[in-house]
């Protein structure tokens, strides 16, 4: 009672106290921070950007660009993101009435099923979603992207590509994060020979400052460069990694490549005080809970407490809660599975959360249930944002999951090839690779999409892209999406401290907040702990790329908490 006096008090009389930003102050701006207004562009990589950035130079639109970046990071983050795994985009030009979400993510093998990861006891088999051949679903990062080129691009896909090429073939030394890495998964990659003869030196696995070039991937690059995803999806790419699975005693055939589709998608959407929001639909639960998150803390006044004040990441923090176990129950691949997706992003349901949060203590974890409706994922992944001064807009989430992925390389390709099944539920209530609760919607089924948490997202204002935004970091990223969006447009922090500032992330399961390592005033810290939160100082791994447009100049920011690049012009 004491407690919930004095918290009460504390919310009431002193948010003056807590108002400074807990801010990651990583190294200096350069190259994190750029202007422009002709086209901006934000990725986790230097040589990534500026393949984008040529494209624009040689006379290209933000669809080459996005092309160009999409194969250049494949080379240049082989951990994160690469032609064996799939993502999302969201694509707007001026004419269309709003975005066109591009669905590229990985299916599972037609001889896929439920049980493929249980053994006769119904137990899970440790790490046989993860590691190896059953970790792969079918990769559509390829067709995602050509798909997007073919209709909208500009410039001849062989010089789009071309960048990327040059970058495998030349390679680049390998640095702190990749060596990282690489370190952690050196195991797994040592058990495929594809693998090891990319990234060991002998018997030693790559470390910083090593060189790194990729010269199958730079053949197979030119080889889809020259010939489109037909190569990849029923010619000699698709049969070597095939008949890699095969010798592995796994389940890709020819038909689950030849039967791969792209789904172009309307976004999920909603609004933040009269900004319109549009992300990423099912399969990924990303936008669905970014605007879940924002519509909870809309009508809360935040901005009056500020970005770390007990109150606002108490609150925020409830939203996260709610949001993972509605994640847990109801979402999945809606070709599939029922989702009650308007109900879940609806301003009613949003009321009814926060009437359900006490304001002087935190939930527990058994307290939080998922709506009843009655019916009815760091540093792995990556993420670019691109917008140009026409008012086009590109976000894309891309991504192999885990770092590696499976592991696996077919020989003589260069293609690193995901372990997205784990996305999966292995089983009703098992936690993946980032401790998310899987639940029935989400099993394993031929041909279905494996749950995310990628969230692309564009905020428009007045019919415009005004902000492009999105993050790698498995089931973080939809937290450090919706947060980002609040600092820049509940808080008004600029872009640089709207991205730099230090984030934290709730997610039911486990019960506490993970805060980035600078961690949160001490203030806020010891409140929230009184209020019966466990508060653990843990890197969320999330590296926010985001654009702004701002009084008709374009602004780029790369999480300084990583090693990428904004660039524009
Ligand atoms: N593999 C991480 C995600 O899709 O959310």
Same mark, same amino acid.
């Given at each position: 009672m004491k407690y919930a006096l004095s918290i009460l008090l504390l919310f009431t009389f002193s948010c003056s106290s807590v108002r400074t930003v807990s801010v990651m102050k990583g190294k200096s701006r350069k190259n994190y921070e750029a202007f422009g207004s002709e086209y901006m562009i934000a990725s986790q990589g230097g040589g990534s950007t500026t393949a984008g950035s040529k494209m624009f130079e040689l006379g290209g639109n933000i669809v080459d660009a996005a092309v160009a970046v999409s194969f250049a990071i494949s080379v240049e983050r082989p951990q994160s993101t690469g032609l064996g795994g799939g993502g999302f985009l969201l694509y707007f030009s001026p004419g269309m009435t709003e975005p066109i979400a591009f669905d590229f993510r990985e299916k599972a093998p037609l001889k896929s099923h439920s049980k493929m990861y249980l053994d006769k006891e119904g137990n899970e088999i440790p790490r046989m979603s993860l590691d190896g051949i059953f970790a792969v679903g079918v990769p559509g990062l390829v067709a995602g992207v050509l798909e997007l080129h073919k209709k909208y =691009? %500009? $410039? +001849?896909l062989e010089k789009v590509l071309e960048p990327a090429a040059i970058l495998a073939e030349k390679g680049f030394k390998v640095y702190p994060e990749l060596s990282k890495a690489l370190a952690a998964k050196a195991s797994v990659l040592a058990r495929f020979p594809g693998s090891k003869k990319i990234f060991f030196k002998g018997d030693d696995i790559l470390k910083t400052g090593d060189h790194l070039a990729q010269v199958d991937l730079a053949k197979t690059i030119r080889s889809i460069a020259k010939k489109g995803a037909r190569v990849f999806y029923k010619g000699w790419i698709a049969k070597a990694i095939v008949k890699e699975s095969w010798r592995l005693g796994g389940l890709l055939s020819l038909k689950d490549f030849a039967k791969y589709n792209v789904k172009k998608r309307r976004p999920v959407s909603g609004t933040y005080n009269g900004k319109k929001i549009y992300s990423m639909t099912p399969p990924s639960s990303g936008g669905v809970h970014v605007i879940q998150i924002l519509n909870t803390v809309e009508k809360l006044g935040l901005n009056h407490y500020g970005v770390h004040h007990p109150y606002s990441v108490h609150m925020t923090s409830a939203a996260m809660q709610q949001s993972f176990a509605d994640r847990a129950r109801y979402l999945g691949d809606m070709d599939f599975v029922k989702v009650p997706l308007k109900r879940l992003i609806s301003k009613k349901y949003a009321d009814s959360i926060v009437e359900g949060i006490p304001k002087e203590r935190a939930l527990k974890k058994e307290q939080v249930l998922a709506g009843d409706f009655k019916r009815g994922e760091s540093d792995h992944t990556t993420h670019f944002s691109i917008m140009t001064k026409d008012g086009s807009a590109i976000v894309s989430t891309q991504t192999i999951n885990g770092w590696f992925g499976s592991g696996v390389v077919a020989p003589g390709t260069g293609i690193v090839l995901n372990n997205e099944m784990d996305d999966f539920s292995t089983k009703v209530g098992a936690v993946n690779l980032f401790g998310a609760i899987g639940g029935q919607n989400n099993l394993v089924q031929a041909q279905k999409r494996p749950l995310s948490s990628m969230s692309p997202t564009l905020v428009f204002d007045g019919g415009k892209p005004i902000f492009a935004v999105g993050t790698p970091s498995g089931t973080r990223i939809l937290t450090c999406v919706a947060q980002t969006i609040l600092n820049y447009f509940e808080y008004n922090l600029p872009l640089y401290e709207s991205v730099a500032a230090v984030r934290y992330h709730h997610q039911w399961y486990p019960d506490e907040i993970r805060v980035d390592? %600078? =961690? $949160? +005033?001490i203030e806020t810290r010891t409140l929230l702990e009184k209020m019966g939160y466990k508060i653990n100082r843990k890197n969320l791994g999330c590296r926010v790329q985001a654009v702004a447009m701002e009084r008709n100049e374009l602004h780029g920011v790369s999480d300084p908490r990583g090693e990428g690049m904004s660039l524009g012009k």
């Open positions: =691009g %500009k $410039l +001849p390592h %600078k =961690g $949160l +005033p």
